[in-house]
């Protein structure tokens, strides 16, 4: 035996690479080879990782858009109806608001009244709003074009940007809406996309038109230089014990549960996508487990251990999670482009994808992997390479 | 059949180390079967079996269908357990080896009737998933892959997969496959069952060639008693008995 002889060292392999297969090379090669099942696999992650991306964007959308009727006014807070099931349903009457404006360290209260109708198919929640004239610089109302309605004149009304963009309005221009011909007297920006899309008119008048008089549907407050917000808000609350003060878009659920609810639907159905994903992934898997028996039994059968057949088929997951995450966060995304052009919800949705869907990506879709891989991969470990082997 | 004069290994067969692991004292037997029975629910295809093999010896096991040459020698390979009797591998009973898979990754090297190659993978990586586990780097399983390939005449079939091979190609790579950590004992189950005659006589030259240069260890089971006359010793097996 020639025992120190050896061929040289070839630099190249046969198939022009440098040097040997690795194993995550193997995984990769593994999932190479069978393309098709691979694909089918990784479209089966990324339906689960598009729904559960998309349902979280399009909520975190749909909270901040409904926040943004908070935040409006460049208010230090906003205080609204406690724990009403919908922020529109909010009641705060005149003599609050009034209690609201002398509360030590308030500077500004202003009471807006919101309400909603439906102008036409393509827009089912139009946004009203009512407040006096004299508020609308306060509330952080530029007018544009025209100028601001009459606090008497109960069929003037100002359009915000976006909406008088979308309907071809200018000023002048008349608008039916709840069957009463409006005319346009002023274009205004507000900066937020909740309330450009909006429409503003004089607040007697909405409060007719709704047969609300003498309330409002929240108070947008500024608390004096120096002065202490939380204080501020403390106050209030404990001289309204039926109103909430809110300051982010955070606290929103406070004054809306209807919010509380979309959160937890929005979890519900994030777990269900999940799952479904899971029960699919793992279907195919188990029917590669079934197919590649004998590969096992092999594999098993030339040493490999359980902790590396199992790593195999686990890396095959995770690089097929990978793919899904990819995959999910593409189809997510142009899921939500088209959402956000869908006109019901033009202007309610305001998509954003953050770092933070990436990773909500990822870690779904390798949840979905490794979940899904555990049973297969640990039959696969488990088998006995004799009976494997004489498996046709 | 003329073993010898049927090898013809390439020219750099002499230059690869082998190493195979034939270390067992010449007293102790490489394996044992002591009193090995098999049995698959009513049927036994193993009954009181027993087979000492030395370090060095060339064993054939023949015997027709369902004899038991195949079960006798999966016992071997640590891949089934017996269901009574011991199975030893140099004096010591494999049921009290923790770890099969290193004995069946280091110390016995397994040729399969339907050669077993993964068929989506090349000649060279098939070689090379054996030495998977080892502490040998990826370098070190590429070049000893390389060797194997051309001591067995495959240099050129590295980078065919399995389904592009003759069936003797695939069996030479099996071989190599089985030679990747350098292993105590060669365990062959019907190398030649699926080959033409002067396939098999190729593949009877490469062991003649082990056996005699290396010194290796070979159990091979084959029906083929021309075959089986390669073998130092033959062992006939019938009816799940050795006779």
Do not use: C
């Not at chain 1, 689960?48 to 230090?76: H, P, R, W, Y």
């Not at chain 1, 001289?239 to 979890?267: C, H, I, K, M, W």
């Not at chain 1, 770092?355 to 039959?379: H, K, Q």
């Amino acid at each position: 035996m020639q025992e120190n002889a050896r061929l040289p060292t070839p630099q190249m392999g046969p198939n022009g690479e440098s040097g040997g297969l690795s194993f995550v090379g193997l995984i990769v090669h593994n999932l190479g080879t069978r393309r098709v099942r691979t694909a089918l696999t990784a479209l089966a992650v990324a339906i689960a990782v598009m729904a559960v991306v998309t349902l979280g964007v399009l909520t975190d959308s749909l909270k901040s858009s409904a926040a943004e009727v908070l935040s409006a006014g460049n208010a230090d807070f906003t205080v609204a109806q406690k724990s009403v099931s919908d922020l529109l349903n909010s009641v705060v009457t005149d003599t609050q608001v009034t209690k609201i404006a002398s509360t030590p360290g308030v500077a500004s209260a202003v009471g807006v009244l919101v309400a909603t109708i439906k102008l036409d198919p393509a827009h089912p929640l139009f946004l009203e709003i009512g407040i006096t004239p004299e508020s609308l610089s306060p509330f952080g109302v530029h007018v544009v074009a025209g100028s601001a309605y009459d606090a008497t004149a109960p069929d003037e009304v100002m359009l915000g940007w976006q909406a008088a963009d979308a309907f071809g309005k200018k000023v002048g221009s008349s608008i039916v809406m709840d069957g009463i011909r409006f005319r346009v007297v002023g274009i205004y920006s507000t900066g937020q996309v909740f309330a450009d899309s909006a429409s503003m008119m004089s607040l007697a008048t909405l409060q007719a038109r709704e047969r609300k008089p003498a309330t409002v549907t929240l108070t947008v407050v500024r608390v004096t230089k120096g002065a202490s917000i939380e204080r501020v808000r403390a106050a209030i609350e404990e001289a309204n014990p039926n109103l909430a003060t809110v300051r982010s878009a955070t606290e929103y659920g406070r004054v809306d549960r209807n919010l509380q609810f979309l959160g937890a639907a929005q979890t519900g159905s994030q777990i269900i996508a999940l799952v479904i994903g899971v029960i699919i992934v793992m279907n195919t898997m188990l029917l590669s487990f079934v197919e590649r028996i004998r590969e096992f039994g092999v594999l098993r059968a030339i040493g490999w251990s359980r902790s590396r057949l199992l790593g195999l088929v686990l890396g095959e997951a995770i690089g097929i999670s990978f793919l899904g995450a990819g995959f999910g966060v593409g189809f997510a995304f142009v899921l939500t482009w088209g959402l956000e052009r869908f006109s019901p919800l033009r202007g309610i949705l305001q998509a954003q994808f953050t770092a933070g869907e990436v990773w909500t990506a990822l870690y779904a879709a390798i949840a979905i992997g490794l979940l899904a891989a555990l049973y297969p991969s640990a039959r696969a470990a488990m088998l006995r390479p004799g009976a494997s082997l004489r498996r046709e | 059949m003329t073993h010898a004069s049927n090898a013809s290994m390439g020219q750099g067969e002499s230059q690869v180390a082998l190493g195979m692991n034939a270390e067992s004292p010449a007293s102790t037997p490489v394996l044992e079967a002591v009193n090995v029975g098999v049995d698959y629910g009513e049927f036994h295809a193993l009954v009181a079996a027993n087979l000492s093999v030395a370090p060095g010896e060339w064993v054939a096991v023949t015997g027709p269908s369902g004899s038991g040459k195949s079960t006798l020698l999966q016992l071997f390979a640590a891949v089934d357990q017996p269901t009574s009797g011991s199975v030893r591998f140099q004096g010591e009973d494999l049921a009290n080896r923790r770890h099969l898979d290193r004995y069946r990754r280091i110390e016995v090297g397994n040729v399969f009737q339907l050669h077993n190659l993964l068929p989506h993978l090349d000649a060279k990586r098939n070689i090379e998933i054996a030495m998977f586990g080892t502490h040998q780097g990826r370098q070190a399983r590429s070049d000893r892959a390389t060797d194997l390939l051309s001591l067995l005449e495959l240099t050129a079939q590295a980078g065919h997969k399995p389904p592009d091979m003759s069936g003797g190609e695939r069996q030479r790579v099996a071989i190599a496959r089985a030679l990747a950590n350098s292993p105590a004992v060669i365990l062959a189950d019907e190398p030649t069952g699926s080959l033409d005659p002067a396939g098999a006589a190729n593949i009877i030259a490469v062991f003649d060639r082990l056996h005699r240069t290396e010194g290796a260890t070979i159990v091979m089971v084959t029906h083929d008693r021309e075959v089986a006359s390669a073998a130092d010793r033959v062992i006939q097996l019938e009816g799940g008995r050795i006779i």
